[in-house]
């Protein structure tokens, strides 16, 4: 038996297609419109002067010469007609989490550490503008970054955006990860402690701020619950512990004056404050210290508070400052919290309210 293939079905060849697409070309260009209405959107693309070939192959070899660059668009630096919503002054617009290795110096002196840093830059935007470059903000930092860091190599890169984009307030914050070597309570045993440390550069209406934050983590014992503790033990020869939690102090502060304020020396007047801070390495002494410790400096949110405001209010290195604590309650389902602010620089009437979820430390 002999099967015949009808020829509509048979499979066409590439020439015959490419020859198909040309007639089709052709037609779709000399066509009226009232004939292409009926067309479907592909058969639409191809009427009028034919569809344009675009080469999908990478133009490794292409140079953009100055010219091609002086040509390029560049909506953001667009004229205010082209602003989208109300015409009104954005205070801060920019980058977040932009990550590259910093120098540090540390109070031991030497050659200092160099630590991954995460950098937000912003700079004020007026309300007549579009928008900024945000590449420059980048760029001016890269550029300054290879030198070993201080607040001056953060003012030259502040100075650098805001002299590219034109703008009246800018800021800088970078925020690290910076290890300590600390020593157990009795065993003698060492680890690196690690405190995340942020440092701002603010600059509003012509004024300039140095601020540094710091997330001290300690152990909080409650008063109240010890007491009631040995109540029990006195009274009723019962068996009972205070509780005590995992708690997180966000110290923020000023720096004034000509004297560098060290990460450690911040480290230190938390430390001072609160000396219950959690350890590293422990062995059984060290476990057993940490217990007495705790017995020794029982404390409040608001204790806690006060305690670090009496060792920044004596410091002539520090400014307006903001303390905020949470005690990440073992006894309730909720935490205990507390602000301090000195000074106007951190007065505020409403709260981020995600801020205090901030301050919990995974470990």
Request: aromatic share 8%; hydrophobic share 40%.
């Amino acid at each position: 038996m002999n099967i015949h293939v009808s020829e509509i079905d048979r499979r066409p060849s590439r020439e015959e297609a490419e020859a198909a697409l040309a007639l089709l070309r052709k037609w779709a260009g000399a066509c009226a419109d009232d004939e292409a209405a009926g067309l479907d959107h592909e058969a639409l693309m191809l009427k009028g002067s034919g569809y344009p070939e675009f080469s999908r192959r990478y133009p490794a070899d292409f140079t953009a010469d100055a010219v091609y660059k002086a040509g390029l668009p560049d909506l953001q630096n667009g004229p205010a007609s082209l602003i989208v919503g109300a015409r009104a002054q954005i205070q801060h617009v920019g980058i977040s989490n932009f990550r590259l290795p910093i120098r540090y110096h540390t109070r031991g002196g030497g050659e200092g550490l160099t630590l991954e840093t995460s950098v937000t830059g912003t700079v004020s935007l007026e309300a007549d503008k579009k928008g900024i470059n945000m590449s420059r903000i980048m760029r001016s930092f890269y550029a300054h970054a290879e030198r070993t860091f201080s607040f001056a190599v953060m003012e030259a890169a502040l100075d650098d955006y805001k002299t590219d984009l034109g703008s009246f307030d800018a800021r800088i914050q970078m925020r690290l990860s910076f290890p300590a070597r600390v020593q157990a309570l009795r065993s003698g045993l060492t680890g690196w402690q690690y405190y995340d440390l942020a440092l701002e550069l603010v600059e509003t209406a012509g004024l300039r701020k140095r601020i540094v934050h710091l997330d001290y983590v300690y152990s909080s014992t409650c008063p109240c619950s010890l007491e009631l503790s040995e109540h029990a033990r006195a009274t009723r020869g019962q068996l009972a512990t205070p509780h005590s939690q995992r708690s997180v102090a966000r110290i923020s502060a000023e720096l004034v004056g000509s004297q560098c304020l060290w990460f450690e020396d911040l480290i230190d007047i938390a430390r001072a404050a609160v000396p219950t801070e959690t350890q590293v390495m422990v062995k059984r002494e060290d476990e057993q210290a940490f217990a007495e410790l705790n017995a020794a400096h029982p404390i409040f949110v608001e204790d806690a508070a006060r305690s670090f405001a009496a060792g920044l209010l004596t410091d002539p290195r520090v400014g307006d400052f903001r303390i905020i604590a949470s005690h990440q309650e073992s006894l309730h389902s909720h935490d205990a919290v507390s602000v301090l602010t000195e000074g106007p620089t951190f007065a505020a009437q409403s709260l981020d309210p995600r801020l205090f979820a901030s301050l919990h430390k995974a470990g």
